[in-house]
């Protein structure tokens, strides 16, 4: 488990432990990338060429000491790509988010979930990261 850092080439503590074995990861791979696949929750998230793997989420907010059941939403994504040796990892979180979409159809509304608003906000950002990263290859999935 390495020390975070927010600053690309800064010096760390170099040390790092093996927390899960590569077996358990490859599962749990497994299991995340099925939720970006056309039968998931997070197939928004799905990125031309490339395999995605993540977790869709959705929380009533606490307004004023309690859940708000009004509506007040709280939507998140957590992904990865790609799925075998990872090299971007990004979490979405959106509080009352305001365009969410049902089906492929951007053109129906919906009521707001992860997997109809945040895996799109996921989708648009990696896009334009991974379009000037020349360094990974197109896995060719989608």
Not at 135 to 141: A, D, P
């Amino acid at each position: 488990m390495p020390p975070l850092k927010l600053v690309k080439n800064t010096s760390t503590y170099e040390d790092t432990t093996q927390i899960f074995n590569k077996q358990s990861i490859a599962k749990i791979a497994k299991l995340l990338s099925a939720v970006t696949s056309n039968q998931g929750s997070g197939y928004r998230a799905q990125i031309k060429g490339y395999n995605v793997a993540g977790k869709t989420g959705t929380a009533e907010m606490v307004v004023n000491g309690s859940y708000n059941k009004k509506g007040a939403k709280r939507t998140f994504f957590t992904g990865f790509v790609p799925v075998k040796k990872p090299k971007y990892i990004m979490a979405v979180r959106l509080d009352y988010p305001k365009k969410c979409y049902t089906s492929w159809n951007p053109n129906l509304r919906s009521k707001c979930e992860g997997s109809n608003s945040a895996t799109i906000v996921f989708k648009e950002a990696m896009v334009h990261i991974l379009t000037n990263d020349t360094s990974i290859k197109l896995s060719m999935k989608n």
